[in-house]
């Protein structure tokens, strides 16, 4: 059984985890690492691959939770981190590289007139609303159901459609409205109510595209914040860098009020940083002659870290060139067409892959209306965000990892400019193994 040949192939892993039940609750150090039976230990990882524990490799989608665009301690990023380390990884002082990073980060990201780094993504999106509701003076937010904007207490209403808001205050979920991502619903609230300081979303849609929005809706998004007077943020975390330069607002030529950035922006760092209107980020300003009135304060001992700063600037000046981008969309369009004809030969109905560039996603759920190829639109949030069904999708995660390959949580990943022809061949392959494994299981 599937079951078995995973804990005998992983034994190591397997090991590792049962002491991890007794040092992290569940076992894991993200929630998105959790899985069953156990999930795998990694001991390095270089391009597209990473090396199991057990002596396994894997083709890797998680690409560092979507941060590594350039794979896995690409040489360029490498040196300038081991460059940065020996000169000193904390100087509690401004520093050169901070310069060059923002200056990176105005150039690509439109509207950034002027940046303040943080250490996560989470911390860009909790500043972002603070800078808006301070500018407004309105204490409302408007985000949209499924949207995932770290985990913080002002965002985490709304991004688990099942979240029972345990350890959240009732005041605070009171000023999150949580919207279906539709345009008439927004209108509808912006002519009803004048508490509304902004709107955040994920530009392409919840769990970056997996529940997929066209451009246009973050275009007409901006029109009706902006005829209204509330302020458009852009979760840029994942899309930022990855989707084109200078993120999904490049492509659609749309700019936000303000841009929350991370993962691509650190090159494989802990980083973050919340770009936008230099009057808006002037609420942040220190110093002697600040107007100490709407003043917000802001610290972070890890931001603009040196060594976060020399990977991002190295991580960056390949970005600018758009060659990154460009190879892991294509390198990404290829998995999805490769995926999807192995899905067909199989004639299995309920399961599709799609994507955005270097973004996919697998659906699986036998029982759904779906053909390979296809979207799967119409279909619940949950269930788009889940990736289809959960027993089928356990198997295929252990049938993958078994085959060489790592989904992201099993159904989804991010490619990077290391991927080649030959990994999108060998993944093709891979899923076409686990789908012999789930039908000799009797999964499928
Ligand atoms: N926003 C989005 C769209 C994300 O996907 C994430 C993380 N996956 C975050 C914010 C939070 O970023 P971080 O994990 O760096 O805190």
Redesign the pocket.
């Given at each position: 059984m599937l079951d078995d040949r995973f804990r005998a192939h992983f034994a190591r892993s397997a090991e590792l985890f049962a002491e991890a039940a007794g040092r992290f609750p569940g076992g894991v150090t993200h929630d998105g690492r959790a899985a069953a039976p156990f999930p795998l230990y990694i001991e390095r990882a270089e391009g597209p691959y990473k090396y199991a524990v057990d002596e396994t490799r894997l083709i890797d989608y998680w690409c560092g939770?979507g941060a590594l665009l350039l794979g896995h301690a690409h040489p360029a990023v490498s040196a300038a981190i081991a460059a940065q380390a020996a000169r000193g990884t904390h100087y509690g002082a401004g520093h050169e590289l901070e310069l060059r990073w923002a200056e990176l980060v105005q150039r690509l990201v439109p509207g950034a007139e002027r940046v303040r780094f943080t250490s996560?993504?989470?911390e860009a999106?909790m500043l972002a609303l603070r800078l808006a509701r301070a500018a407004t003076g309105r204490p409302t937010v408007i985000r949209f159901a499924g949207h995932?904007?770290?985990w913080h207490d002002g965002l985490a209403p709304g991004a688990d459609p099942e979240d029972p808001h345990a350890g959240l205050l009732d005041a605070l979920v009171a000023h999150v409205l949580v919207l279906p991502p539709d345009l008439d619903a927004v209108a509808a609230v912006l002519s009803s109510r004048d508490d509304v300081a902004a709107a955040i979303l994920?530009p392409t849609g919840a769990a970056?595209g997996a529940v997929p929005l066209p451009d246009a809706f973050l275009r007409d998004l901006r029109g009706l914040t902006a005829d209204h007077g509330v302020l458009l943020i852009c979760?840029e975390?994942?899309t930022g860098f990855r989707l084109a330069p200078g993120g999904a607002q490049d492509r659609a030529g749309v700019t936000a009020d303000l841009t929350?950035l991370?993962?691509i922006l650190a090159g494989g760092l802990p980083g973050?940083a919340v770009a936008g209107r230099a009057d808006l980020l002037g609420l942040l300003a220190a110093g002697p002659d600040a107007d100490r009135a709407g003043r917000i304060r802001h610290q972070g001992t890890y931001n603009a870290n040196p060594l976060s700063a020399a990977a991002g600037v190295a991580a960056l000046q390949l970005v600018a060139t758009g060659e990154p981008t460009a190879v892991a969309a294509a390198r990404g369009r290829e998995l999805v067409a490769a995926l999807n004809e192995v899905l067909r030969a199989r004639r299995l109905r309920g399961w599709t892959a799609y994507g955005d560039g270097s973004i996919f996603h697998l659906f699986a759920d036998p029982s759904a209306p779906v053909e390979p190829g296809e979207a799967p639109a119409g279909l619940p949030l949950a269930a788009l965000k889940r990736g289809g069904d959960p027993r089928t999708l356990a198997a295929l995660r252990m049938a993958l990892q078994l085959a060489g390959v790592d989904l992201m949580r099993g159904r989804s990943g991010f490619v990077s400019a290391a991927h080649t022809s030959a990994e999108v061949a060998a993944t093709a392959a891979g899923l076409d193994a686990a789908l012999g494994m789930l039908q000799s299981d009797g999964v499928i």
């Open positions: 939770h996560s993504g989470t999106t995932f904007h770290g994920e970056y979760d975390v994942v929350c991370a993962k973050g």
